[in-house]
């Protein structure tokens, strides 16, 4: 063998394995933006799940209406006129 084609081989697998790296590469890649996917749509699914839940157990409280937000010492002035 001559060097000419020493030289070709090794061209052939420096190429090859370069190749090999980038289709590896790749492919972790790939893995990885599929598991991000999984978990955006986990944690929006475990939100979605979550504000479902919030009116029910509100409702499982009792009748009646809702706290207001601020204690009714805290009225405004107008408030207090009505």
Do not use: F
């Amino acid at each position: 063998m001559d060097e000419a084609e020493k030289y070709q081989q090794r061209l052939q697998a420096i190429a090859e394995k370069r190749r090999l790296q980038e289709e590896e590469e790749r492919l972790r890649r790939e893995v990885e933006e599929e598991w991000l996917k999984l978990a955006q749509s986990k944690r929006k699914s475990l939100r979605d799940q979550w504000l479902m839940d919030v009116p029910n157990t509100t409702a499982a409280d009792g009748p009646g209406p809702p706290a207001p937000l601020w204690p009714p010492a805290q009225r405004t002035e107008g408030q207090e006129k009505e």
